[in-house]
């Protein structure tokens, strides 16, 4: 766990006049020790091994300030609940079909597309909320693509 990385959140959650709770500070923690992208009930059950009385809607709300304060993201990664995880360098999600197993990538990878579009169509790319599904290259192997 990084508590450089906690303090920084719960430094940003002081700073924008919201309180610091303990509940609050629970979920920073649990999403740092993640390490991962985890959905709001992995959050809240993370949580619960050392706060177990933190109600789930506790959890919930605290993502969202977390979101609001760009402190944490949410995105889509397929099927399924949003997940979680700390605001860390902006990357994008590529998402195997086949085994679900999510690939991280630099926003930079996006810049030829994100200007094209911006270009064409006045059109901006949210870089916190953006996914690709595809197959990944173990699954297209096994495929013969």
């Given amino acids: 766990m990084s508590a450089q990385r906690v303090e920084e959140a719960i430094e940003a959650i002081r700073a924008s006049g919201s309180r610091v709770t303990v509940d609050r500070r629970a979920v920073v923690e649990a999403l740092d020790r993640s390490g991962d992208h985890q959905t709001a009930e992995q959050v809240a059950e993370a949580v619960w091994v050392h706060h177990p009385d933190v109600n789930l809607a506790t959890v919930y709300r605290t993502l969202e300030l977390l979101e609001k304060l760009e402190i944490a993201f949410h995105v889509h990664l397929g099927h399924g609940p949003s997940r979680w995880h700390l605001a860390d360098d902006v990357h994008h999600h590529l ?34 909320h953006f996914s690709l599904s595809g197959v990944c290259g173990r699954c297209a192997a096994k495929a013969g693509r």
Avoid: Q, Y
């Fill in 95 to 128: 998402v195997c079909e086949g085994c679900g197993r999510v690939i991280e990538i630099p926003d930079s990878t996006f810049d030829p597309l994100r200007k094209r579009l911006l270009d064409d169509t006045g059109f901006v790319i949210d870089p916190h």
